[in-house]
Nanobody, 120 residues
């Protein structure tokens, strides 16, 4: 069993900051790429940022320079630091973890999502 849980969402003002956490727990034989997505009402889900198990990072152009992604492998936790928030950042943010949950099973696991609302 693998659990993925996001936290840290909430309400922020334009220009403010939030830090999201994604904690992966359970049967973890290996933890590889972890990716943050977001989805606003009426819009497609989009990739925000990802990080590999060797700390390789990719950040979407729409948030580059404002958001940063990092991970703590010892705690199986990934962080999304969001600065200079804009109203268009409002969305449900979800975490997807690529997990080796046994020596023969590797698959993606999704968290339930956390709401981020940015007011103007």
């Amino acid at each position: 069993q693998v659990q993925v849980e996001e936290s840290g969402g909430g309400l922020a003002q334009s220009g403010g900051s939030l830090r999201l956490s994604c904690v992966v727990s359970g049967s973890i034989f290996g933890l590889y790429d972890i990716t943050w997505y977001r989805q606003a009402p009426g819009k497609q889900r989009e990739l925000v940022a990802s990080i590999g198990n060797r700390h390789e990072t990719n950040v979407a152009d729409s948030v580059k320079g404002r958001f940063g992604i990092s991970r703590n492998n010892a705690e199986n936790t990934v962080y999304l630091q969001m600065n200079s928030l804009k109203p268009e950042d409002t969305a449900v943010y979800s975490c997807k973890a690529d997990v080796l949950s046994s020596w023969t099973v590797r698959k993606d696991y999704w968290g339930q999502g956390t709401q981020v609302t940015v007011s103007s």
